[in-house]
């Protein structure tokens, strides 16, 4: 099974300012990647799939990086309502697994 | 506007069996794979099961493998997951969602409640 090690677990930033989640893993996975973000009591919602393709309706401060075994989301210009749980997800193989979430909260 | 529609959780003995279902609206039922992913109380993600539009492939998480069965019937634009000989560590909100034209999902239900206790 393909692990995903999501880090920080945790993190607290300012409204305004750039935040970065990153994800990494066990092996290649060609760029198979989702970010999720969940708001608490709310379904998960898509945000980037493949990577760096950015979802309907999603905002364009959201984006996806990343290639290999490396990939990244990042927030720019943070808003109160980013404030959520942010999961990624690999869809390169079965079983599909998610990273542990990263809890982000305003300072 | 896609709606998925989760139901059939509730609290259910260890070793008893329970049959959720997801009723489909808003886009063409038997041209998308569906899945189900679940959440324990305050827990992450967990991918449980998917299915490709015509029932041709089914797949497990090994933590249900065995117990667990996904089908769908694609004239009630319905998808199931009957659980058997379930588990404390069942205990999870269960979701139903879409796949887009790839293994991501683009669209999740509202979630139904599945407490295994005795």
């Known amino acids: 099974d393909i692990q995903m090690t999501q880090s920080p677990a945790s993190l607290s930033a300012s409204l305004g300012e750039t935040v970065t989640i990153e994800c990494r893993a066990s092996?290649?996975?060609?760029?198979?990647l989702a970010w999720y973000q969940q708001k608490p009591g709310k379904s998960p919602q898509l945000l980037i799939y493949n990577a760096n393709s950015l979802h309907t309706g999603v905002p364009s401060r959201f984006s996806g990086s990343g290639s290999g075994t490396q990939y990244s989301l990042k927030i720019n210009s943070l808003q109160s309502e980013d404030v959520a749980s942010y999961f990624c997800q690999q869809y390169y193989n079965y079983p599909y697994t998610f990273g542990a979430g990263t809890k982000l909260e305003l300072k | 506007e896609v709606q998925l529609v989760e139901s059939g959780g509730g609290l259910v003995q260890p070793g008893r069996s329970l049959k959720l279902s997801c009723l489909a609206s808003?886009?063409?039922?038997?041209?998308?794979?569906m899945n189900w992913i679940r959440q324990a109380p305050g827990k992450g993600l967990e991918w449980v099961a998917s299915i490709s539009s015509s029932s041709s492939y089914i797949y497990y998480a090994d933590t249900v493998k065995g117990r667990f069965t996904i089908s769908r019937d694609n004239a009630k634009n319905t998808l199931y997951l009957q659980m058997t000989s379930l588990r404390s560590e069942d205990t999870a909100l269960y979701y139903c969602a879409r796949h887009a034209y790839g293994g991501w999902f683009a669209y999740w239900g509202q979630g139904t409640l599945v407490t295994v206790s005795s």
């Open positions: 808003g886009f063409t039922f038997s041209n998308y794979g």
């Open positions: 092996e290649d996975i060609y760029n198979g």
